[in-house]
């Protein structure tokens, strides 16, 4: 698409995985809300981390990502929001994430 300048609808995006859903325009708002409520369950420092290694990715090699990938576990590994996860986990209830 890029170099031909070809134009695709929202199936063809699909079939191509470019795009992950489709919904009619009448639902965009209620699913992108849903979405975000979804999102916005997660620890703020995993989603920030994951954000963080995206972005990354596009500028560096396969190693260098991996590498950082590593290092961004390891901080997350000791942190309160960790171990709230895994406490909420165990005891079958919403984790209360802090972002610390």
């Known amino acids: 698409m890029v170099l031909s300048g070809e134009s695709i609808d929202a199936r063809q995006a699909q079939q191509a995985g470019l795009v992950s859903d489709i919904h009619p325009a009448a639902l965009t ?3 992108a809300l849903k979405l ?3 999102i916005a369950r997660h620890s703020p ?3 920030r981390a994951a954000k963080q290694s995206v972005r990354l ?4 090699s396969l190693q260098a990502g991996l590498q950082q990938e590593r290092q961004l576990f390891s901080l997350l590994s000791a942190t309160e929001d960790r171990r709230e996860g895994i ?3 165990l005891q079958k209830r919403t984790p209360e994430f802090k972002g610390r």
């Open 36 to 38: 975000a409520t979804t």
């Open 87 to 89: 406490d909420a986990f």
């Open 57 to 60: 990715s596009q500028e560096v």
């Open 45 to 47: 420092l995993a989603l």
């Open 29 to 31: 708002d209620e699913y």
